[in-house]
């Protein structure tokens, strides 16, 4: 089936720092989100991306859809304690086709 | 408002053994969807709806059962249980995709 290749798979930063991560896939898909998840916790939605090119921010995050519509970016800029958790991409397959597929998630530590 | 409620929290079977996952959300969502979720692994999909008596198989739908008689309710049900199916389930729901999620069943079989 359609695999989504999220990386990378951990990073630790210093607070205050910027993070990039990214997914890429071999399948196009109709809907890029990304979501955040805490120990214990289900994901919660970030940001959700409908259209190639489309660049948009939540706070200090920044998502793209990629032109390709194979691949989408997540920025967090200065990054503060409170962005711990595993972040997660996932992709809708085509219009009007409801399945979801997610990647591995990108577990991130900040320290202090 | 209570959002995306699953019930139970915990749950240990024994192979063999059926259950039901019980998932409820209050925000008249038509979409609703099941994922596991696997030490080092993303969610999978099992299955999902796109509203009352309409549903599909997802990524890995083998063992589990789903109906959606109802908006608000959309039960997963193990039929015989299997020590592959131990995991951590997420319900879900949306407009049209996974928007708000539960907080999880964790589920053992031994």
């Known amino acids: 089936g359609q695999q989504l290749n999220q990386s990378p798979q951990s990073m630790f930063i210093q607070e205050g720092e910027d993070v990039s991560m990214n997914c890429t896939s071999s399948?196009?898909?109709?809907?890029w989100l990304w979501y955040k998840q805490d120990p214990g916790e289900g994901p919660v939605l970030l940001i959700a991306l409908y259209k190639a090119g489309e660049l948009t921010s939540n706070g200090r995050l920044t998502a793209q859809f990629g032109i390709t519509r194979k691949d989408s970016f997540l920025n967090i800029s200065a990054s503060i304690p409170s962005d711990v958790g595993i972040y997660f991409c996932a992709g809708q397959l085509s219009p009007g086709n409801n399945d979801m597929r997610f990647g591995a998630g990108t577990r991130l530590t900040v320290k202090p | 408002n209570a959002g995306v409620t699953q019930t139970p929290k915990f749950q240990v079977l024994k192979t063999g053994q059926s259950m039901t996952l019980q998932c409820a959300q209050d925000?008249?969502?038509?979409?609703m969807s099941w994922y596991r979720q696997d030490p080092g692994m993303g969610l999978r999909l099992i299955h999902y709806s796109v509203g009352a008596g309409i549903t599909d198989q997802g990524e890995v739908p083998n063992g589990y059962n789903v109906s959606r008689s109802t908006t608000e309710d959309f039960p997963l049900r193990l039929l015989s249980a299997a020590p592959s199916q131990t995991s951590v389930y997420f319900c879900a729901s949306g407009i049209n995709q996974p928007q708000h999620f539960g907080d999880g069943t964790r589920l053992s079989i031994l």
């Open positions: 399948s196009i898909f109709n809907t």
């Open positions: 925000m008249n969502h038509e979409y």
